[in-house]
């Protein structure tokens, strides 16, 4: 009996031990990238765009990237919303009777989550070369897209799964197509779309695999899609690789930057995501 | 009355037409990569390429070893740090642990597992990097830090929200009538959890694993940015190492120069991506068949 109880004491101690270790290891990760990110803080970093003598340790900034990697993010994330979601129409509503078609879509999807991005960004570029095509902008948010669209399906329609088959019933009884009830069903899953669209954009904003081949990285503003854009992520990669320490400084500070970018948009993402799951039908 | 139903019959063939494209990019990957790396196949035996080390891409040798070596000795590394921690973390949090202390570490996990893998990257060089090189002084190896285990140990930190986020899943499916049961017959809960729960959970946590694997399989910033980066077969965890999604990462602007490079490279992207669509089919046919048969 004692030996028992013994053991139970002793396994749980291991399991503390081990939550503690993972709680070193985030903290250790949160306090070096804030320790060394905020000294190196200035409002000329996000301000201004790299100048003259900028990656010798001279005056300029990285809203270049800061810029790039919104407006890739954000295009990306609204077009693989609207493809999303009519995926996700489809598994739930206009093939739902096929469940060997929907449970294959579903693992294909769950497949391509899993592709790491180098391999988008790799077949991207092998795209590109095949038609000649240069590192541009444009290129990056395709890529991106391909990339975020298996996270946009897979969160949508775990929310869409919940919802119970009585209300979609209801509102085709009322004699509403099925357009009119996939807007029901899409408004139902508001929370869950909103998880989803910070899921991916968190995820496309820290990608960089993939766009070190395809948006390329340029010290102009993004203003035109055809142009090779700068990201965050690539700028702390390049940056941080220089030998002078003034230039692996603003590295550190644009990891700060991204790191903040991304805990604003989960936070918030939780924040929205319970607030309208008021008005939710269950 | 009539457009609303043109309307509903347009959406049809829009949506389906989203859902086959998204679906045809899996095909259209394997098929990209193969074609464009199929050159390479045409020169080199499969053996040669696959089981030789000699990377001199100026004469056309193109010897995947060392590469396949440092994939697996980060990959190996992580998860024999991740899974025994992301399991026990899990059990722990699932059977043990007060509301308060999962209200406090679910969000962690969720912070965690959105964190971008270049700030892992700079959290490695900056921490683990020079941890790993005083380690080596102390057990007498020689190591400039930039390591295998370097990037291993990134990478565990990486793939280990993944796993326990996974594995919690399947604990928090298995019903409570299991654990009632074994309790009422007297077992502790620790008996409940290792013999009863995380038996019945066991296709789930190796699922999980897998998936976990694919992960830190294809992981490139990270790694790339902590593990030495030098084409030879690591002898020991302090030795630097170069996993392939590191090698293309590297090199893809110098594929148009030398000849076959581009087709080498493309083939490096071809193999992870085999493994990995492998790897991640088994994982969901067992994660499917389980969440079937709990419910």
Known sequence: ?282 | MRLRLLKDRTSVIVFWSFTVLSISTLIAIGVGLGIKSWPLFETQSLSDLFFSDTWRPLSGKFGFLAFIAGTLWVTAISLILAVPISVLTALYLSEFAHPWVRKVFLPIIDVLSGIPPVVYGVWGVLVLVPLVTSLSEFVGAFSFGYSVLAGGLVLSLMITPLMISIILDVLGSIPTVYREASLSLGATRWETTWQILARKARPGILAAVILSLSRAFGETIAVLMVCGNMPMLPQSVFDAGYPLPALIANNYGEMMSIPLYDSALMMAGLVLFVVIVFFNLIARVVLFRLETELQ
């Open chain 1, 1 to 282: 009996m004692k030996t028992r109880l013994l053991k139970q004491t002793v396994m749980k101690g291991l399991m503390i031990l081990s939550a503690a270790i993972l709680l070193i290891g985030f903290s250790s990760l949160i306090w070096t990238i804030f320790s060394h990110g905020l000294p190196y803080m200035s409002w000329e970093m996000v301000s201004s765009i790299p100048g003259g003598g900028f990656y010798i340790g001279k005056e300029g900034g990285i809203l270049n990237a800061i810029l790039g990697t919104v407006i890739i993010t954000t295009v990306s994330a609204a077009i693989a919303l609207i493809i999303g979601s009519g995926v996700v129409l489809v598994l739930n509503l206009y093939a739902k009777r096929f469940r060997r078609t929907v449970s294959t879509i579903r693992m294909v999807q769950d497949v391509l989550f899993g592709i790491p991005s180098i391999v988008y960004g790799a077949f991207a570029f092998a795209i590109m070369i095949s038609f000649g095509l240069r590192t541009s902008m444009l290129a990056g948010i395709i890529t991106v897209t391909l990339l975020i669209l298996p996270i946009m399906i897979r969160a949508i329609d775990e929310v869409v799964r919940q919802i119970p088959e009585d209300l979609v019933n209801s509102v085709f009884s009322l004699g509403a197509t099925r357009l009119e009830t996939a807007g029901v069903l899409l408004r139902q899953a508001l929370p869950g779309i909103v998880t989803a669209i910070m899921l991916s954009v968190a995820r496309a904003a820290g990608d960089a695999a993939s766009l070190l081949f395809t948006s390329g990285y340029s010290d102009n503003l993004p203003f035109s899609p055809d142009q090779p854009a700068a990201t965050l992520p690539l700028a702390i990669f390049f940056q941080l690789s220089s030998p002078i320490a003034e230039v692996q400084g603003r590295a550190y500070a644009a990891a700060l930057i991204l790191t903040l970018i991304i805990l604003i948009i989960s936070l918030s993402a939780k924040w929205i995501s319970s607030r309208l799951s008021k008005h939710r039908i269950r």
